[in-house]
Structures are given as C-alpha cells and as structure tokens.
C-alpha cells in the first residue's frame, strides 16, 4: 500500500505564492508518476501537473509559468510551487500516485488552497 500526506495548503492573497508537498510512504517503489489535481466547487477534479519517475513533467496550461512541479526521491515527495496565484486558482489540491500495472491510483486527503482578489 501506499500512503500519501499533503500539508502546505492555505489561504493568500491574489498574486501571492503557495507551496504544497504530498510525502509518499509504504510502497513507494509501486509509483510511477505523482501529481496535483484540483477539485474547485461545482467542477470536475482536474489535473495541475504531474511528474513521472523518469522526471517528465506534464502541466496544465491554466498554470504554464506560474505552478513549478518538483520531486525530491529520496524523500519520495513532490512539491507544487505555485506562484502569481489567482482567485480561480481556489481549490482544494488533491496530491496523486499513479503506479505501475494495474495498480489503483492513491490520493491524498487533499489541502484547501483559498487565493482572494
């Protein structure tokens, strides 16, 4: 099993910057590629960014040149630095491991991120 903790979640203001980390723990070697998604109310959970374990790294374009993704494997996290923050960036950010086969998908238990104008 795999178990994932996000901390780093918050409220800014707009313009402001935010980074988030999802500390993978268990059977971390069954991981593929980990991520960010984000659920705002009333829409579908959506993907931010991702890295895989052979460090491509896919981003949305509502974040392109403002959100970085970045892992440290040693420690099996991921951050999501995110910058230039916007109101409709107000979500709560779910953190993601995707592995290997036919593995289940993980997901953190999400962190609330509330950026207002």
């Known amino acids: 099993q795999v178990q994932l903790a996000e901390s780093g979640g918050g409220s800014v203001q707009a313009g402001g910057s935010l980074r988030l980390s999802c500390a993978a723990s268990g059977s971390t070697l069954t991981i593929d590629a980990m991520g960010w998604y984000r659920q705002a109310p009333g829409n579908q959970r959506e993907l931010v960014a991702s890295?895989?374990?052979?460090?491509?790294?896919n981003y949305a374009n509502f974040v392109k040149g403002r959100f970085t993704i970045s892992s440290d494997n040693r420690e099996n996290t991921v951050y999501l630095q995110m910058g230039s923050l916007k109101p409709e960036d107000t979500a709560v950010y779910y953190c993601?491991?995707?592995?290997?086969?036919?593995?289940?998908?993980?997901w953190g238990q999400g962190t609330q991120v509330t950026v207002s104008s």
């Open positions: 890295i895989s374990s052979r460090g491509i790294i």
């Open positions: 993601n491991a995707k592995r290997w086969g036919r593995l289940s998908d993980v």
